[in-house]
Nanobody, 116 residues
Framework: VQLVESGGGLVQAGGSLRLSCAASGSTLSIDPMGWYRQAPGKERVVVAGISPDGGSTNYVDSVKGRFTISRDNDKNTMYLQMNSLKPEDTAVYYC??????????WGKGTLVTVSS
């Protein structure tokens, strides 16, 4: 399984970005996925998760109402729409796929920097 994130960059506070995660080597429609982030000097933490069919999502409290996770299984791609960005959202964002065997696959990450 290979995961490739894109869409990161520098944005001012209050702005928006849309991250994408392109997956290959997996039947995406059967695997739950999620977005994680790691801020400088901090541990990697979950941001949002989505069920295999996209019908169920969950978010960490700090991003509820601002971020939206989605997926297009036909395109083998997961997304994270981020609105009303804050400086504290600055981090490297990683996508994760949880296989049926319980293995977590990770992308290499994309950097999001929010300036105040």
């Amino acid at each position: 399984v290979q995961l490739v994130e894109s869409g990161g960059g520098l944005v001012q506070a209050g702005g928006s970005l849309r991250l994408s995660c392109a997956a290959s080597g997996s039947t995406l429609s059967i695997d739950p996925m999620g977005w994680y982030r790691q801020a400088p000097g901090k541990e990697r933490v979950v941001v949002a998760g989505i069920s295999p069919d996209g019908g169920s999502t969950n978010y960490v409290d700090s991003v509820k109402g601002r971020f939206t996770i989605s997926r297009d299984n036909d395109k083998n791609t997961m997304y994270l729409q981020m609105n009303s960005l804050k400086p504290e959202d600055t981090a490297v964002y990683y996508c994760m796929l949880l296989s049926r065997g319980g293995i977590k696959y990770w992308g290499k990450g994309t950097l999001v920097t929010v300036s105040s």
